[in-house]
């Protein structure tokens, strides 16, 4: 079964670092054209591309928040992880990782989302 | 970065409906244009892709077409599981980004 599952702390205090992992099953982050994306959705509002990771592990980012985004993969635990540093209330949301599949440059599969909220 | 704008933001229609949503990119993305369906409180999932393909096991009533900066996705007749929330997608170009939605509900 081909799945994505993301992961991390449901909440966290503004100026703090956000880690995030998307953990990837039944294929592998090393097919050819097989890239992971990072999207978000604020309750209520529309979805925000983030981030996303190719096979040959080069790398993309949103241009308004390149400066707090790193996004890296562990192909042998099968993992993207997304890092967000100082974070604020305005990035509560849900995060969501997707897969770019070898055959279609769109997001063929998606996780489960994880819901994160930034409070003190 | 390339801007989607999606309309309309929302409407109203009932089932057996013929219903356009209309997608325009602020540049040319030739025909790496996506679809999403989402409803409330799950993931999106992937409709159509490269302008007109349907994915597989989404139904022949949604189609897709377009081309350039200007794209439709129709539903030839609007079932009860069709009432949700359609996004448009560019991946022409990185960065990548979406149309602010389209929520379709029941009139």
């Known amino acids: 079964q081909v799945t994505l599952k993301e992961s991390g702390p449901v909440l966290v205090k503004p100026t703090e670092t956000l880690t995030l992992t998307c953990t990837v099953s039944?294929?592998?982050?090393?097919?050819?054209?097989?890239?992971v994306t990072w999207i978000r959705q604020p309750p209520g509002k529309a979805l925000e591309w983030l981030a996303h990771?190719?096979?040959?592990?080069?790398?993309s980012y949103n241009t308004s928040l390149e400066s707090r985004l790193t996004i890296s993969k562990d192909t042998s635990k099968s993992q993207v992880v997304l890092t967000m540093t100082n974070m604020d209330p305005v990035d509560t949301a849900t995060y969501y990782c997707?897969?770019?599949?070898?055959?279609?440059?769109?997001?063929?599969?998606w996780g489960q989302g994880t819901m994160v909220t930034v409070s003190s | 970065a390339i801007r989607m704008t999606q309309s309309p933001s929302s409407f109203s229609a009932s089932t057996g409906d013929r219903v356009t949503i209309t997608c325009r990119a602020s540049q040319g993305i030739s025909s790496y244009l996506a679809w999403y369906q989402q409803k409330t409180g799950q993931a999106p999932k992937l409709l159509i892709y490269?302008?007109?393909t349907l994915q597989s096991g989404v139904p022949s009533r949604f189609s897709g077409s377009g081309s350039g900066t200007d794209f439709t996705l129709t539903i030839s007749c609007l079932q009860s599981g069709d009432f949700a929330t359609y996004y448009c997608q560019q991946y022409y170009t990185y960065p990548l980004t979406f149309g602010g939605g389209t929520k379709v509900e029941i009139k």
């Open positions: 039944g294929f592998s982050l090393s097919n050819t054209r097989t890239g």
């Open positions: 997707a897969r770019t599949g070898a055959a279609i440059d769109a997001f063929d599969l």
């Open positions: 990771i190719f096979s040959n592990d080069e790398k």
């Open positions: 490269s302008t007109s």
